[in-house]
């Protein structure tokens, strides 16, 4: 295999290991995020429970939340602006990995609410060490998609390769 194969076939596995990880995470928002539209009181429970929040705080970020998840879900099916959501991805997820922590170092027995729900639960009940494990693999897919933004049939690389033809 030559030098050019080797290249072209890396470019192609990163591509495609990019565009499974874009999908991926886009799922996850659009899950996460349609779940917490459909029940905002639900949402406001969830995000009260966690108790970092000023009480004026609280109704305004569950309003927030639901569509900011699924606003990087619609940029990350598309592609576009790729690297600006998985940056927006990694911040939000290391937000929900340490409020989950603090909630667990705290003693709070709630359920995250990261896919609807939320709120108390009795002790014993959570599932926190999971929790933090799955947010951990999502920020994996977002740290991969900082670092290598380009993927397959992106509207970053539609435009990318327009402006190349045109220079």
Do not use: N
């Not at 886009?26 to 406001?44: E, I, M, N, Y």
């Not at 609410?113 to 897919?141: K, N, P, S, W």
């Amino acid at each position: 295999m030559t030098v050019a194969q080797t290249r072209s076939r890396r470019v192609l596995v990163l591509g495609t290991a990019g565009l499974l990880a874009r999908l991926g995470l886009a799922t996850v928002w659009f899950l996460s995020g349609f779940a917490k539209a459909s029940d905002p009181r639900a949402t406001t429970v969830a995000v009260r429970a966690y108790q970092l929040l000023p009480e004026s705080l609280v109704a305004p970020v569950a309003g927030a939340l639901p569509y900011l998840e699924i606003s990087l879900g619609v940029l990350l099916l598309l592609g576009f602006a790729t690297r600006l959501a998985a940056i927006l991805s990694a911040s939000l997820l290391l937000v929900f990995i340490g409020g989950v922590i603090s909630a667990a170092v705290r003693g709070l027995s709630i359920d995250c609410g990261c896919f609807g729900g939320g709120g108390q639960v009795q002790a014993g009940a959570t599932a926190y060490t999971m929790e933090v494990l799955r947010d951990i693999g999502f920020l994996a897919l977002a740290v991969f998609l900082v670092i290598r933004p380009d993927t397959q049939v992106s509207v970053d690389r539609f435009v990318r390769r327009r402006a190349e033809q045109t220079a």
